[in-house]
């Protein structure tokens, strides 16, 4: 089992930065594949980025792609996820998912895909 717990939310203003940590704990992390998702108020939860923890892969949204970097830090078995750049369209909750994976492969962008989840983060970008 693994567990997730998401810190560094908070409010900023357009054009600001924040940096999300994700601290996974359970079990060795080194099979898997880290992901963030966000999901702003009436809409659904979104794919943001996702990295490999085995060979350190990254793949990132269009919509979040030059402005976001997911990275991880092995010997703290912890993700992150840096903002820059903030818009108020990037108001959300933010969580971060892992699965096990095997293939090296990193697209796994759908929410079914994961099968552990943290508990969110609320990120606010004002105008």
């Known amino acids: 089992q693994v567990q997730l717990v998401e810190s560094g939310g908070g409010l900023v203003q357009a054009g600001g930065s924040l940096r999300l940590s994700c601290a996974a704990s359970?079990?060795?992390?080194?099979?898997?594949?880290m992901g963030w998702f966000r999901q702003a108020p009436g809409k659904e939860r979104e794919f943001v980025a996702a990295?490999?923890?085995?060979?350190?892969?990254?793949y990132y949204a269009d919509s979040v792609k030059g402005r976001f970097t997911i990275s991880r830090d092995n010997a703290k078995n912890t993700g992150y996820l840096q903002m820059n750049t903030l818009k108020p369209e990037d108001t959300a909750v933010y969580y971060c998912?892992?699965?096990?994976?095997?293939?090296?492969?990193?697209?796994?962008?759908?929410?079914?895909?994961?099968?552990?989840w943290g508990q969110g983060t609320q990120v606010t970008v004002s105008s």
């Open positions: 998912a892992a699965r096990l994976d095997n293939s090296g492969r990193i697209g796994y962008t759908a929410e079914y895909e994961y099968n552990y």
């Open positions: 359970g079990r060795s992390f080194s099979s898997y594949v």
């Open positions: 990295i490999s923890w085995s060979n350190y892969r990254t």
